[in-house]
């Protein structure tokens, strides 16, 4: 089975703190994806990467940063953190092409900024 | 660009009563359609997906989906619902191009009642 793993599924920051959350994937996938979900609004994209060192905006990017240095690991950073990205945020993975255009989730990590 | 709509943020229904949740997307490429559903405290996890061929889709759970290209329209229905079904719902849409994002619609709670 595919599997992704977030490092923490609870975190508690401090206003103006850089914040790292970690995404790992076993499937050798191309695509990651960071999502922000909040009550009425459904998951929107923050970035998303579809290779090593590639990286795009998705609809939300401001405040955020990536990093992918490695195919299976997907990082989202939070250069200064203010309470409203207090969220929960999901990671996800998937092929490239038409093989499989499935998405597969994270269980989801749920930041509270103070 | 893409987008989906989902035309009910909640559904209250009761056990054993039919349920069909609405979804509409607009995108200017082909498209690759998905439903996932979120139970409480956990990441989503694929109900079912349309990439080609029939436009009727079954899924896991006994529910299914009609992709209906002139509506651009890909409702999901289930004819008898249960307890166990109450969760989020989020429909989602892809394409062919680079990186196939995936962009989600505001999601549908579903309660079911006894």
């Known amino acids: 089975d595919v599997k992704v793993t977030q490092s923490s599924r609870y975190l508690v920051k401090r206003t103006g703190e850089k914040v790292f959350l970690e995404c790992v994937q076993d499937?050798?996938?191309?695509?990651m994806f960071w999502y922000r979900q909040d009550p009425g609004l459904g998951l929107r994209l923050i970035y998303f990467s579809y290779d090593v060192k590639m990286k795009e905006k998705g609809d939300i990017p401001e405040g955020y940063s990536v990093s992918r240095e490695k195919k299976e690991r997907f990082s989202l950073i939070l250069e200064s953190a203010s309470t409203n990205q207090t969220s929960m945020y999901l990671c996800a993975s998937s092929l490239v092409g038409m093989r499989n255009t499935e998405a597969f989730f994270g269980q989801g990590t749920r930041l509270t900024v103070v | 660009a893409q987008s989906v709509t989902q035309l009910d943020s909640q559904v209250p229904v009761f056990e054993e009563a039919p349920v069909e949740l609405r979804c509409n997307y607009s995108?200017?490429?082909?498209?690759?359609l998905f439903w996932y559903v979120q139970y409480p405290n956990q990441g989503l996890q694929l109900l079912l997906k349309y990439l080609s061929g029939s436009t009727l889709v079954k899924g896991i759970n006994g529910f299914e989906a009609e992709f209906n290209k002139s509506q651009t329209s890909f409702h999901l229905r289930k004819p008898s619902v249960h307890i166990s079904d109450t969760a989020e719902y989020f429909c989602a849409v892809s394409g062919e191009a680079a990186g196939n994002k995936l962009t989600f619609g505001g999601g549908t709670r579903v309660l079911v009642k006894p």
């Open positions: 995108s200017s490429v082909s498209v690759y």
């Open positions: 499937m050798d996938h191309e695509n």
